[in-house]
T-cell receptor
Framework: AQSVAQPEDQVNVAEGNPLTVKCTYS??????LFWYVQYPNRGLQFLLK??????LVKGSYGFEAEFNKSQTSFHLKKPSALVSDSALYFC?????????????FGTGTLLAVQP | SQTIHQWPATLVQPVGSPLSLECTVE??????LYWYRQAAGRGLQLLFY??????ISSEVPQNLSASRPQDRQFILSSKKLLLSDSGFYLC?????????????FGNGTRLTVT
C-alpha cells in the first residue's frame, strides 16, 4: 500500500537560513512525487514534482526537492527562507505502477519562518 | 489557462439543513474531479472522485453525496447536515489520465454546522 510520512509537525527556521521539510514514502513500484503549499484558508498550490531523471527538482518560489531512491525520501529545500514562506506544506505520492492511481498526501508540516 | 472555481467561500448552516457546494473548472476537457475534506487544518481526506459525467466513486461512507451533471461541474451535497460535517472542503481537478499530472485545487469552502 502507498503511504507518505512527514515526520515533523512543525519546522522553525530563521529568515535567511536554509530550510528543509522532510518527506519519506512507501510504494510498491516507482513513484511520482509532489510537494504542495497551503496558506491559511486557501487551497493547496502545486510547487514541484518528480517524474524521472535528475534527482534534484526545481519548483516555484525558489523551492527545490531532492529525490533519494535508496532512502525513499523526497525532502523539500530552499537555500534562504523568507517570512512569506510560512505556510503548511504537503508531500504526496502516486504509485505509477500500482493498482490505484490515487494521490496519497502526507499529514502536512507547518513551516514557521521567524524574522 | 485552466482555472477552478469553488463557492461559496464560507458557509454557516444549522444541523439538519441541506448542503450544496459547487465546483467548476474552465479551460480543460474531461478532467478528473475530486472532493476533499480537511479537518483541523491538517490532514486531507478524499471524499469523492469522478472520471466522467455521472461517474462518481465514494471513498468513505458518510452523510455526503456528489454529482457530476456536466463535464466540468462537480457538486457536493447533503440532505441533512451533521455537526461532524464541519470542515474545509476542497475541490480539485487533474488531467485524465493522471499519470504524472498534479492535482489543482480550488480555494475551498469553510463549512460550519451549528
Amino acid at each position: 500500500a502507498q503511504s507518505v510520512a512527514q515526520p515533523e509537525d512543525q519546522v522553525n527556521v530563521a529568515e535567511g537560513n536554509p530550510l528543509t521539510v522532510k518527506c519519506t514514502y512507501s510504494v510498491s513500484g516507482n513513484p511520482y512525487l509532489f510537494w504542495y503549499v497551503q496558506y491559511p484558508n486557501r487551497g493547496l498550490q502545486f510547487l514541484l514534482k518528480y517524474i524521472t531523471g535528475d534527482n534534484l527538482v526545481k519548483g516555484s518560489y525558489g523551492f527545490e526537492a531532492e529525490f533519494n531512491k535508496s532512502q525513499t525520501s523526497f525532502h523539500l529545500k530552499k537555500p534562504s527562507a523568507l517570512v512569506s514562506d510560512s505556510a503548511l506544506y504537503f508531500c504526496a505520492v502516486r504509485d505509477r505502477g500500482g493498482a490505484t492511481n490515487k494521490l496519497i498526501f502526507g499529514t502536512g508540516t507547518l513551516l514557521a519562518v521567524q524574522p | 489557462s485552466q482555472t477552478i472555481h469553488q463557492w461559496p467561500a464560507t458557509l454557516v448552516q444549522p444541523v439538519g439543513s441541506p448542503l450544496s457546494l459547487e465546483c467548476t473548472v474552465e479551460g480543460t476537457s474531461n478532467p478528473n474531479l475530486y472532493w476533499y475534506r480537511q479537518a483541523a487544518g491538517r490532514g486531507l481526506q478524499l471524499l469523492f472522485y469522478s472520471v466522467g459525467i455521472g461517474q462518481i466513486s465514494s471513498e468513505v461512507p458518510q452523510n455526503l453525496s456528489a454529482s457530476r451533471p456536466q463535464d466540468r461541474q462537480f457538486i457536493l451535497s447533503s440532505k441533512k447536515l451533521l455537526l461532524s460535517d464541519s470542515g474545509f472542503y476542497l475541490c480539485a481537478w487533474s488531467v485524465s489520465p493522471e499519470n504524472s499530472s498534479p492535482l489543482h485545487f480550488g480555494n475551498g469552502t469553510r463549512l460550519t454546522v451549528t
